[in-house]
Nanobody, 126 residues
Framework: EVQLEESGGGMVQSGGSLRLSCAAA????????MSWVRQATGKGPEWVSS????????AYADSVKGRFTISRDNAANTLYLQMNNLKPDDTALYYC???????????????????WGQGTQVTVSS
């Protein structure tokens, strides 16, 4: 059974930083491209970033490019999202997800599976 558990969220002021983690289990993590997805209250899911299974390549939504960094530790089955210079518009529930398509498809189409963890809340105050 695929298990994804997000953590690391919190409440910060605008300009602050947070590092999210996603612990994965139930599948061969190192074989799978992974994504971060966020959902603000009252809005649909928004793709944030993806990373290739070997960690060598990444992709970002324009809204977070230059501020967020995705990474992974395949030995620890863990996905990360370093978020710097946070803005109030980044406020959302953040999820990690396995990709159904290669990471470089994510900027043009929905690339991730619908199976997520419980999410971790990020709240940025102005």
């Amino acid at each position: 059974e695929v298990q994804l558990e997000e953590s690391g969220g919190g409440m910060v002021q605008s300009g602050g930083s947070l590092r999210l983690s996603c612990a994965a289990a139930g599948f061969t993590f190192s074989d799978v491209d992974m994504s971060w997805v966020r959902q603000a209250t009252g809005k649909g899911p928004e793709w944030v970033s993806s990373i290739k299974h070997d960690g060598e390549s990444t992709a970002y939504a324009d809204s977070v490019k230059g501020r967020f960094t995705i990474s992974r530790d395949n030995a620890a089955n863990t996905l990360y999202l370093q978020m710097n210079n946070l803005k109030p518009d980044d406020t959302a529930l953040y999820y990690c997800a396995r990709n159904a398509l290669p990471f470089d498809f994510c900027s043009v189409t929905k690339c991730y599976e619908n199976h997520w963890g419980q999410g971790t809340q990020v709240t940025v105050s102005s």
